[in-house]
Nanobody, 123 residues
Framework: QVQLVESGGGLVQAGGSLRLSCAASGRTFSTYAMGWFRQAPGKEREFVATITRRGGSTFYADSVKGRFTISRDNAKNTVYLQMNSLKPEDTAVYYC????????????????WGQGTQVTVSS
């Protein structure tokens, strides 16, 4: 329904920062709530952050609250994840996803997914 492409991943030192971007196609970007999820090797995919259609509300996993910030620019069809104070346990493939629900933290409710971008945090 919407095509998503993540970028901005890479290698960073613990305590450093990284900004992920997710570019969406189409003229209906503002109809989707957006989310970020991550999956580390050998672990299940987990929720990271979500933002409502117009950016009026955000919600974060406890593990990243206070360190990560999700935002969106509907004029640019882009959602961002600013990651500060990175820890080795943040190492994972990060995925951007879109849902027609007004709000969700459940990956089963997100119908469109990007390819993922690798984030590696060294200690």
């Amino acid at each position: 329904q919407v095509q998503l492409v993540e970028s901005g991943g890479g290698l960073v030192q613990a305590g450093g920062s990284l900004r992920l971007s997710c570019a969406a196609s189409g003229r209906t970007f503002s109809t989707y709530a957006m989310g970020w999820f991550r999956q580390a090797p050998g672990k299940e995919r987990e929720f990271v952050a979500t933002i409502t259609r117009r950016g009026g509300s955000t919600f974060y996993a406890d593990s990243v609250k206070g360190r990560f910030t999700i935002s969106r620019d509907n004029a640019k069809n882009t959602v961002y994840l600013q990651m500060n104070s990175l820890k080795p346990e943040d190492t994972a493939v990060y995925y951007c996803a879109a849902t027609l629900r007004a709000f969700s933290t459940d990956d089963a409710e997100f119908g469109s997914w990007g390819q993922g971008t690798q984030v590696t945090v060294s200690s």
